[in-house]
C-alpha cells in the first residue's frame, strides 16, 4: 500500500541508496521494511491532504540499478 508522505521538519533522510529525498510530497510503499522504519521513526511523515501532486517516487529499497 503506498502512502504520500514529505520528509520531517529538521530531518535529512536519504533513500538505501544514499541519496537526498524530494524536498515535497512523494509517494512510498508502507509495507516495505525500509520506508515503514523511516515512518516509524518519524523521518518521513504523512502528507497533507492539500500537498501539492507527488513527485515521482524515489527508487524503491530493494532496487539494484547497474
Same mark, same amino acid.
Given at each position: 500500500? &503506498?502512502?504520500? #508522505?514529505?520528509?520531517?521538519?529538521?530531518?535529512?533522510? $536519504?533513500?538505501?541508496?544514499? /541519496?537526498? @529525498?524530494?524536498?515535497? &510530497?512523494?509517494? #512510498?510503499?508502507?509495507?516495505?521494511?525500509?520506508?515503514? $522504519?523511516?515512518?516509524?521513526? /518519524?523521518? @518521513?511523515?504523512?502528507?497533507?491532504?492539500?500537498?501539492?501532486?507527488?513527485?515521482?517516487?524515489?527508487?524503491?529499497?530493494?532496487?539494484?540499478?547497474?
Amino acid at each position: 500500500m &503506498t502512502v504520500k #508522505v514529505v520528509v520531517a521538519e529538521g530531518r535529512a533522510p $536519504r533513500d538505501a541508496l544514499g /541519496r537526498e @529525498l524530494p524536498k515535497g &510530497t512523494f509517494a #512510498v510503499n508502507e509495507k516495505d521494511l525500509f520506508w515503514s $522504519r523511516l515512518l516509524r521513526d /518519524r523521518d @518521513l511523515v504523512p502528507a497533507p491532504d492539500d500537498a501539492a501532486s507527488p513527485v515521482a517516487a524515489p527508487a524503491a529499497a530493494t532496487e539494484v540499478k547497474k
